[in-house]
T-cell receptor, first 110, second 114 residues
Framework: SQQGEEDPQALSIQEGENATMNCSYK?????LQWYRQNSGRGLVHLIL?????REKHSGRLRVTLDTSKKSSSLLITASRAADTASYFC??????????FGKGTRLSVIA | DAGVIQSPRHEVTEMGQEVTLRCKPI?????LFWYRQTMMRGLELLIY????????DSGMPEDRFSAKMPNASFSTLKIQPSEPRDSAVYFC????????????FGEGSRLTVL
């Protein structure tokens, strides 16, 4: 399975700190995406990184991809209480649907 | 655009009853996906459609589950008969194309089977 696995399962930090979440996957991929899910809501797309890219930024988000290690990381800088949510990585092989990991639950304490 | 619209948001039913979940994708999106989310198994893909045609239903757990997409603006996921282990949040998502990348999710239908 190419399912991504996020690490850690849960993370609790103070507001203003940086949060780093990791994702590992098993097979070669075309794209890797990160999604966010607030409690009781649907998933919302954050960022997509292609297999030929190594790093991507979007606002306070920084995503890295290491295809040799089959891993990705999501960094949220200067975290806020509103960043409290679950974060999922998802992978695809091109013309295949996304396969999601089980997510990291992030709690940002004000 | 209103986004992906799912109904009902919450459904409580008794074992053996038929359950129908509904989804309206974003207008112009050609691909539609049904996922199921549980604490134990995370997000699982059940089935997806491209241009209203089912492409892969290998994730549908049993014959009790069926999905249809009669037109580009409507899809249903039916469970008959329902069982307690079907309790989960069911998400519909749409995408401009099968390989465009980003999925747009609805808010989900939380199903509880007693």
């Amino acid at each position: 399975s190419q399912q991504g696995e996020e690490d850690p399962q849960a993370l609790s930090i103070q507001e203003g700190e940086n949060a780093t979440m990791n994702c590992s996957y098993k097979t070669s991929i075309n794209n890797l995406q990160w999604y966010r899910q607030n409690s009781g809501r649907g998933l919302v797309h954050l960022i997509l990184i292609r297999s030929n890219e190594r790093e991507k930024h979007s606002g306070r988000l920084r995503v890295t991809l290491d295809t040799s290690k089959k891993s990705s990381s999501l960094l949220i800088t200067a975290s806020r209480a509103a960043d409290t949510a679950s974060y999922f990585c998802a992978t695809d092989k091109g013309n295949t649907p996304l396969v999601f990991g089980k997510g990291t639950r992030l709690s940002v304490i004000a | 655009d209103a986004g992906v619209i799912q109904s009902p948001r919450h459904e409580v039913t008794e074992m053996g009853q038929e359950v129908t979940l509904r989804c309206k994708p974003i207008s112009g999106h050609n691909s539609l996906f049904w996922y199921r989310q549980t604490m134990m198994r995370g997000l699982e893909l059940l089935i997806y459609f491209n241009n209203n045609v089912p492409i892969d239903d290998s994730g549908m757990p049993e014959d009790r589950f069926s999905a249809k997409m009669p037109n580009a603006s409507f899809s249903t996921l039916k469970i008959q008969p329902s069982e307690p282990r079907d309790s989960a949040v069911y998400f519909c998502a749409s995408s401009p194309s099968r390989s465009s990348g980003e999925l747009f999710f609805g808010e989900g239908s939380r199903l509880t089977v007693l």
